[in-house]
């Protein structure tokens, strides 16, 4: 089964740095992806962690602990455009099955 | 091309219609997924192909019907649907499917359906 827990909603500046947790309990886990999802739009990639540590990618960065089923996702120089849904979803077993969670809704205030 | 194009954007249909959703990708991909996302909720895994064969069907009612007619195409046959099962669907497809090794899923921008 899956236990997967996120903020809801998240509130920063722009310019600022910002980092969203997750964390999972996942049967079977093998990895974790995070997703960007805009209103009205379809989720798009953002990075994702097989083994323990820090993945980065332009301003976008994202850590894994297997051991404490915990992940964040780091967000520098934030931009007005970067205000969207930021969805973790842990990877199990076969069948590149992806269970998301609910979803943390990120606002970019001026 | 990194696109996956799913027809239509948007579907109004009675409970006792039959339609079809269709996404297709020419990215290569062997893997290709439904989901269904209610609004302000996640994604919700449906359907799974592999080599246009079946992988995954999580539990899904049979008004919902999957299809594979090719390795580019995928449609979802609908048939006396409800109220609630008014949401946008999602197709995505990944590279392969793998036991360890994650595929980035990429995803069409979905069809907003609306059962009256």
């Known amino acids: 089964g899956q236990n997967i827990d996120q903020p809801t909603e998240m509130t920063a500046t722009e310019g600022a740095i910002v980092q969203i947790n997750c964390t999972y309990q996942?049967?079977?886990?093998?990895?974790l992806f995070w997703y960007q999802q805009h209103a009205g739009e379809a989720p798009t990639f953002l990075s994702y962690n097989v083994l323990d540590g820090l993945e980065e990618k332009g301003r976008f960065s994202s850590f894994l602990s297997r051991s404490k089923g915990y992940s964040y996702l780091l967000l520098k120089e934030l931009q007005m455009k970067d205000s969207a849904s930021y969805l973790c979803?842990?990877?199990?077993?076969?069948?590149?099955?992806?269970?998301f969670g609910t979803g943390t809704q990120l606002k970019v205030e001026l | 091309d990194t696109e996956v194009t799913q027809t239509p954007k948007h579907l109004v249909m009675g409970m006792t219609n039959k339609k079809s959703l269709k996404c297709e990708q020419h990215m290569g991909h062997r893997a290709m997924y439904w989901y269904k996302q209610k609004a302000k909720k996640p994604p919700e895994l449906m359907f799974v192909y592999s080599y246009e064969k079946l992988s995954i069907n999580e539990s899904v009612p049979s008004r919902f019907s999957p299809e594979c007619p090719n390795s580019s195409l995928l449609n979802l046959h609908l048939h006396a649907l409800q109220p609630e099962d008014s949401a946008l669907y999602l197709c995505?497809?990944?590279?392969?499917?793998?036991?360890?090794?994650?595929?980035?899923?990429?995803f069409g921008p979905g069809t907003r359906l609306t059962v009256l």
């Open positions: 996942t049967s079977g886990f093998n990895g």
């Open positions: 995505a497809s990944s590279q392969e499917l793998t036991v360890r090794t994650p595929f980035e899923q990429f």
């Open positions: 979803a842990p990877f199990a077993g076969g069948g590149n099955k992806l269970t």
